[in-house]
Structures are given as C-alpha cells and as structure tokens.
T-cell receptor
Framework: AQSVSQHNHHVILSEAASLELGCNYS??????LFWYVQYPGQHLQLLLK??????LVKGIKGFEAEFIKSKFSFNLRKPSVQWSDTAEYFC???????????FGTGTRLLVSP | DTGVSQDPRHKITKRGQNVTFRCDPI?????LYWYRQTLGQGPEFLTY????????KSRLLSDRFSAERPKGSFSTLEIQRTEQGDSAMYLC?????????????FGPGTRLLVL
C-alpha cells in the first residue's frame, strides 16, 4: 500500500527565511504528486502538482517542488516565506488510473513577522 | 468554478444518533470523493463516485456508513448509530475526467462531534 511521510510536523520560521518541507512516498511505480495547503479557517487548496515532465514544478504564491524519483521525494520549497504563508501543508500521492489520494500527516508552518 | 460546498459545516450529535451530510461538487465535475480527517492526521479516503456509480470504498467505511449520489450531482454521506470515534472532519472533493492532469478540489468540510 502507498504511504506518504512528512517528517517535519511543526516548523517555525521568521519572515524572509527559506523553507523546505520534506515529503517521501512509498511506491515503486509511476505516481502523481500534489501539495495542498490549508490556511487557518479555510479549506484545502491545491498549491502545485506533478504528473510528468519537468521534475521542478512551480505553483502558486512562489512555491515550487522538486520530484526526485530515485529518492521517492517531492519536497516543497520557497526561497522567502511571508507571514501569510502560515498554514498547514499536506503532501499527497495517487497512482495514475486510481483515484484515491493518499495524504501525509501534514506540516504546520508558523511564520513569525 | 463556484467551488465544492458542504452542508452543514458543523454537526454535534449524541452517540447512537444518525447524521447525514451533503456535498455539492463543482458543477461540471463527474467524480466526487469523500475523505475523513482526524486531528493531527491528513485526510483519509473513504469512497468515490463517478457520476452516480460508487466505484471504490475504503475499509474505513464500516457498515454504519453509506454514501449516495443518486443523480450524479450532489452526494450524501450518512452515518448510522454514531460513535464517539466518528468525530472528525468529513471532506468532500470533486474532479473532472475531462481535464488532463485530473485534480481533486476540496470543499470546506463538515466537522462532526459525537458526544
């Protein structure tokens, strides 16, 4: 069965610091990869996604993620965080042709002004 | 897109009662999904529909849970004889098979508290 690991459960950063959130998945075949974000009081929103092609994916609000197949990883990055990036971030994976999304446990990011 | 909507947003019930939640997907989306999220966890898949057909159910979906999508539009999730362990956020998502790189879009969820 697929699983997704997000090793950082809580991250605290100051504004303008760089961010990298880890995501590893366990499945040996082709996968689709997603990062969702949940801002306080809001619903889950898609941040970015990878299906195929260029392993460096750019999303909204300056976020990007890199798919490294050999490491089964899809880490999320942002060069300079803002206070408004305070949120919970979820990595998710599904197998092409299968609809179930498997989520990690999430990372709570707090950005202090 | 007007977004996925869910009703109610909050539900408090007593153990043993039945509850029903509704989800309205994005209008042109033919797939609809239900997930459950408990504190400190990511969403967990429960079931999904393509049009009115329920195509997959998780083992998490016990006999007390039933989902329907009778006309291929909105869906309902009913929990019978609720237990305290059913307390969670119930999320609905939808997607379109017509879109390349099919992506699930989530609603605001229904938070259930079973006393």
């Amino acid at each position: 069965a697929q699983s997704v690991s997000q090793h950082n459960h809580h991250v605290i950063l100051s504004e303008a610091a760089s961010l990298e959130l880890g995501c590893n998945y366990s499945y040996g075949g082709t996968v689709n990869l997603f990062w969702y974000v949940q801002y306080p009081g809001q619903h889950l929103q898609l941040l970015l996604k990878y299906f195929s092609g260029d392993p460096l994916v750019k999303g909204i609000k300056g976020f990007e993620a890199e798919f490294i197949k050999s490491k089964f990883s899809f880490n999320l990055r942002k060069p300079s965080v803002q206070w408004s990036d305070t949120a919970e971030y979820f990595c998710a994976v599904n197998i092409p042709g299968f609809q179930k999304l498997v989520f990690g446990t999430g990372t709570r990011l707090l950005v202090s002004p | 897109d007007t977004g996925v909507s869910q009703d109610p947003r909050h539900k408090i019930t007593k153990r043993g009662q039945n509850v029903t939640f509704r989800c309205d997907p994005i209008s042109e989306h033919n797939r609809l999904y239900w997930y459950r999220q408990t504190l400190g966890q990511g969403p967990e898949f429960l079931t999904y529909f393509q049009n009115e057909a329920q195509l997959e159910k998780s083992r998490l979906l016990s006999d007390r849970f039933s989902a329907e999508r009778p006309k291929g539009s909105f869906s309902t999730l009913e929990i019978q004889r609720t237990e305290q362990g059913d307390s969670a956020m119930y999320l609905c998502a939808s997607s379109s098979t017509q879109r390349e790189r099919e992506t699930q879009y989530f609603g605001p969820g229904t938070r259930l508290l079973v006393l």
